[in-house]
């Protein structure tokens, strides 16, 4: 199983940015998915997830601007951001709790990152 993020890139503050995270391989579900982010000399940080019903949770810095939703058709997670500032210029990464494959579960499976930068 792989996960392919995508849509990072350079926004002005107060744009906006919509990453994707594709899971890919043998995958009969997925439980929850989420995105964190990790700014240089920081720790990682939990962003939003989503369960496999829909329920989302945020976490207090972006809540109100990030939008986090899936397609369980496409096992796909999506983050929108609005009114993005400079203080969220990080690498973002996707993140599975636990899936299951035909050969069994699966956990913690990780997205390469995709960098978003904002200029003020």
């Known amino acids: 199983v792989q996960l392919q993020a995508s849509g990072g890139g350079l926004v002005q503050a107060g744009g906006s940015l919509r990453l994707s995270c594709v899971a890919s391989g ?16 920081k720790q990682r940080e939990l962003l939003a997830t989503v369960t496999n019903g829909g329920s989302t ?5 972006v809540k109100g601007r990030f939008t986090i939703s899936r397609d369980n058709a ?3 997670v999506y ?12 690498v973002y990464y996707c ?13 913690n499976a ?11």
């Open 74 to 76: 496409k096992n796909t």
């Open 79 to 90: 983050l929108q951001m609005n009114s993005l500032k400079p203080e969220d210029t990080a």
């Open 57 to 61: 949770n945020y976490a207090d810095s």
């Open 110 to 120: 990780w997205g390469q990152g995709t960098q978003v930068t904002v200029s003020s």
């Open 95 to 107: 993140n599975v709790d636990r899936l299951s494959t035909p050969w069994g579960p699966e956990y």
């Open 26 to 41: 043998s995958i009969v579900s997925i439980n929850n998915m989420g995105w964190y982010r990790q700014a240089p000399g």
